[in-house]
Structure formats: C-alpha cells, structure tokens
C-alpha cells in the first residue's frame, strides 16, 4: 500500500515487436514473458507501444500463411490488447531512418528500434536480427526465451 498523498510508480515503457506478437498470438515458446506484460498493461503497470509498420508485419505474415480471413481475425485480436499503436509519423520515420543508416537490420525492424529509442522504451524480441543493434544506438532489447 501507498503512503497518503504518495504518486504512483511511473509505469515502465515496452515497444513490442512483430515477432514478440507473433509468439504470443501462436503460443510460441517465449510467449508466456509477452503474456506478463499484456497483463501488466491491463493493470496499468506498464505501457506497451507497437509501431503501424510492425502490425503490418503481423498481418502480412498471417495472411501469407493462413489466409485473409485469418489475418482479419488476427487484426480483430490484436485491437482488444493494450497495446498503442504509434503512426509513423515524420519524427518515428526519420529516427528509423537514422537508424537504418547506420544499423544492418530490416527497415520494418528498425522501426520498432527507432520507436523504443523515441519513447525511453525496452524492446521485446526474440528475432536474431536484433542482436546486432550496438549499446550507442540507445536501444535496450529484452530477449523473450523458451
């Protein structure tokens, strides 16, 4: 309990990306940390950010593999989770451009990097390819694990 007239604990930042969406909507290993965090945010003891681009991911490869209707359903899904979906807007899209210039990973990536960086977020991630991000880039990564 809070002592009286204390605020509440600022709530901690996470920008989720396609590939921590995918685990937790196919029940991949990993998906349980995924699972903690979305009940957090429905707690409101943290925050969880994914960008437009990165949702467009999720769609793009759900419908690949099972269909229209499915990545409807997936669409459908992901709309009751607390998540915020970020545009990119001018000042995501030039900070994943920077990004980019100088970090060897997917374009589609680099945007959820540059949103993690622009809102003080931790990625979560289990895609390889984000291992190489460098510490001066500012992105802090948590891997999600079996």
């Not at 622009?118 to 510490?135: I, Y």
């Amino acid at each position: 309990m809070q002592p009286t007239g204390s605020s509440p604990p600022e709530a901690v930042d996470y920008v989720l990306d396609s590939h921590a969406i995918l685990t937790y909507l196919q029940a991949e290993p990993g998906d349980i940390r995924v699972r903690e965090l979305l009940e957090k945010a429905t707690q409101e003891e943290c925050r969880l950010h994914m960008c437009v681009i990165n949702l467009g991911e999720v769609v793009y490869i759900v419908e690949w593999g099972a269909g229209f209707a499915r990545a409807e359903d997936t669409l459908a899904a992901i709309a009751q989770l607390p998540i915020e979906i970020a545009d990119a807007d001018r000042e995501l899209t030039l900070a994943t451009a920077r990004l980019k210039a100088v970090c060897p990973i997917a374009y589609a990536d680099c945007f959820a990097a540059a949103l993690a960086q622009t809102t003080n977020a931790t990625l979560v991630t289990g895609d390889p390819e984000f291992k190489k991000l460098q510490p001066e880039w500012g992105v802090r990564v948590e891997w999600l694990t079996s």
